[in-house]
């Protein structure tokens, strides 16, 4: 029997209008109450994800900025991982097309060099909102996340090809997608793969009993770790093709992740 949910939010737990069903509150609360720990595991800031915790009232771990910041059951920072200055002062004047949104986490704020309000509408239930600076100008302390949001996946394409064509970047920063129009940078060995692992080793829980969700590519290595890592059926295509003997479910509209839960344990 499985002793860990892990769970994306955006595309797995969240429906499109990007809120948890109150079926899927229902199904996971139920879980809770059987002694199972519930984790989300997220691409956005800790004070956005932070809400939907306390929707699910999961009393347990949080992994944000997939994998650079980890929060505790009392909500305190316990691990808080940063890109290195000299690389942050390389992202922060990247020379990107004009068309790219940039997005910048520190452990506290979330900078942005444009409004692009359709963005925005994944930030409702939380309330936390970006502050648009000339991006250039804020310092490279504490850095834990760039983000690069398109709504042309080949502008993001050719980026990614011209990072992991830098061998001094590709070596010492991680390059990944949690959708394919969102392309993100984090420090070298951060994933939400290995912040599992180390919070499953503080639990005492294994890998293999340990049940994940996900639908992007930042999802690859925590569903490749767990016993039984599934890929929402609206997930990238890119990350199905990367794990094809994994189990693909329904969508995330479908309240498939809950619909799967329940059918585990109730």
């Known amino acids: 029997m499985y002793k860990a949910v892990i769970s994306d939010l955006d595309g797995t737990l969240l429906n499109s209008k990007h809120e948890i069903s109150d079926y899927s509150k229902e199904i996971i609360g139920r879980i809770i109450k059987k002694g199972i720990k519930f984790i989300i595991a997220t691409g956005r800031h800790h004070k956005d994800a932070m809400c939907f915790k306390k929707q699910l009232g999961a009393d347990s771990f ?3 900025a997939n994998g650079s910041v980890v929060h505790d059951y009392k909500n305190r920072p316990i691990i808080n991982n940063t890109i290195p ?7 922060l004047n990247l020379d990107l097309e004009n068309e790219i949104m940039q997005n910048v986490y520190t452990f506290d704020k979330w900078y942005v060099n444009m409004d692009v309000p359709e963005v925005n509408k994944y930030h409702k239930e939380s309330g936390f909102t970006p502050n648009i600076v000339e991006l250039k100008k804020i310092s490279t302390d504490n850095i834990s996340k760039f983000a690069y949001i ?24 991680n390059i990944t997608a949690s959708l394919d129009i969102c392309l993100e940078i984090m420090g070298k060995g951060v994933s939400k793969g290995k912040a599992i692992s180390e919070i499953l080793r503080r639990e005492g829980i294994s890998l293999e009993e340990t049940i994940a969700f996900g639908d992007g590519l930042n999802d690859k290595e925590m569903l490749e770790l767990v016993g039984k890592g599934l890929i929402m059926g609206n997930a990238s295509e890119k990350l199905k093709e990367a794990l094809p003997n994994n189990e693909v479910i329904g969508t995330s509209d479908e309240d498939s992740e809950a619909k799967y839960l329940k059918k585990i344990f109730l």
């Open 62 to 64: 949080l992994v944000s």
């Open 85 to 91: 200055k000299d690389y942050a002062e390389y992202f």
């Open 150 to 173: 398109c709504e042309d996946s080949r502008v993001l394409d050719k980026l990614e090809e011209k990072l992991k064509k830098d061998k001094n970047i590709s070596k010492n920063i």
